[in-house]
C-alpha cells in the first residue's frame, strides 16, 4: 500500500511561484511513476506532468517551460516547481503512484488547492 500526501498549494499572484509537494508512505516509491494533475471547477482532470522511476518526465504543453517536476527517492517525495503562474492554472493538484511493474497498483492523494488571482 502507498499512501500519498500533497502540499504546498495556496493562493499566489499571477506571475508568482509555488512548490508542490508529494509525500510518499507505506512502500518503496523509486519503483513508482508519479503523475501530477489538476482539477478545475467543472472541467475534468487533466494531466500536468509526469515522472518515472527512471527520472524521465513529460508535460502538458500548457505548462513547459513553466513546470518543472522532480523527485528525491531518498525522501520520497516528488515535486511541481510551477512558476510564471497563470489565473488558468488555478486548480486542484493531485499526485497519482503507479506500480512500475504492477501498473494496477495505482494511488491517488488527497489534492492541494492553488489559485492564481490578483
Known amino acids: 500500500q502507498v499512501q500519498l500526501v500533497e502540499s504546498g498549494g495556496g493562493l499566489v499572484q499571477p506571475g508568482g511561484s509555488l512548490r508542490l509537494s508529494c509525500a510518499a508512505s507505506?512502500?518503496?516509491?523509486?519503483?513508482?511513476?508519479v503523475d501530477w494533475y489538476r482539477q478545475a471547477p467543472g472541467k475534468a482532470r487533466d494531466l500536468v506532468a509526469g515522472i518515472t522511476s527512471g527520472g524521465s518526465t513529460n508535460y502538458a504543453d500548457s505548462v513547459k517551460g513553466r513546470f518543472t517536476i522532480s523527485r528525491d527517492n531518498a525522501k520520497n517525495t516528488v515535486y511541481l516547481q510551477m512558476n510564471s503562474l497563470k489565473p488558468e492554472d488555478t486548480a486542484v493538484y493531485y499526485c497519482n503512484a503507479v506500480h512500475r511493474f504492477l501498473s494496477s497498483r495505482s494511488y491517488w492523494g488527497q489534492g492541494t488547492q492553488v489559485t492564481v488571482s490578483s
Open positions: 507505506g512502500s518503496i516509491f523509486s519503483i513508482y511513476t
